[in-house]
């Protein structure tokens, strides 16, 4: 498994984040099919809908709201979009799960019909009522080159 950017979104998704800078989201899945598969649902729904499972542990909800960032690099001719890392604040204890991909979206509209998957990563993690953060990607939530 690795990170990627969902077919649907690839040359579109710098442009989703400058036109509605705080309409992404994150969600963590708990089971997840292959890349390979993931790279090819074109909304949230149809992605819940396959053989993924969103996270449900104790304190759980999706990150919304967040506030992207565009980096223009004209040295390398590239850009890169990133956000900021996300807490889960006491995650997990009563009810745990073991999380295996964190899965960024661009919400065009308030049901998961209309919110479009940008990127998915590798995020290894079993709650147990500590905090939980996650940092998207190192080098940025995606870059368009």
Same mark, same amino acid.
Request: charged share 20%; aromatic share 6%; net charge negative.
């Given at each position: 498994? &690795?990170?990627?950017?969902f077919? +649907?979104?690839?040359?579109? !998704?710098v442009? $989703?984040?400058?036109d =509605? ?6 969600l963590? %899945? $708990? @089971?997840?099919?292959?890349d390979?598969t993931l790279?090819?649902?074109?909304? %949230?729904?149809?992605?819940?809908? =396959?053989? *993924?499972?969103e996270c449900? !542990?104790? *304190?759980? &909800?999706? $990150? ?11 040295? *390398?001719?590239? @850009?890169? @979009?990133d ?6 604040t006491?995650?997990? =204890?009563?009810? *745990?799960n073991? +999380? @295996? $991909? ?9 049901a ?5 998957? +940008?990127?998915?990563? #590798? !995020?290894?993690?079993t709650? #147990? =009522?500590? #905090? ?14």
């Open positions: 498994m &690795a990170d990627g950017v077919n +649907i979104s690839k040359g579109a !998704f442009e $989703k984040v400058r =509605g800078a705080t309409a992404l989201g994150l963590l %899945l $708990k @089971v997840v099919e292959a390979d790279n090819n649902y074109d909304t %949230l729904a149809l992605l819940l809908a =396959g053989a *993924n499972t449900d !542990f104790t *304190n759980y &909800a999706r $990150k919304t709201g967040i506030t992207g960032t565009i980096t223009v690099d004209d040295t *390398n001719n590239r @850009v890169d @979009v956000i900021p890392d996300q807490t889960w006491s995650a997990g =204890g009563a009810g *745990n073991t +999380i @295996v $991909k964190l899965v960024t979206y661009y919400e065009e509209s308030a998961d019909s209309g919110r479009v998957p +940008i990127s998915y990563h #590798d !995020f290894s993690a709650t #147990d =009522g500590s #905090d939980l953060t996650a940092q998207v990607n190192a080098s940025g939530l995606a870059r368009a080159a």
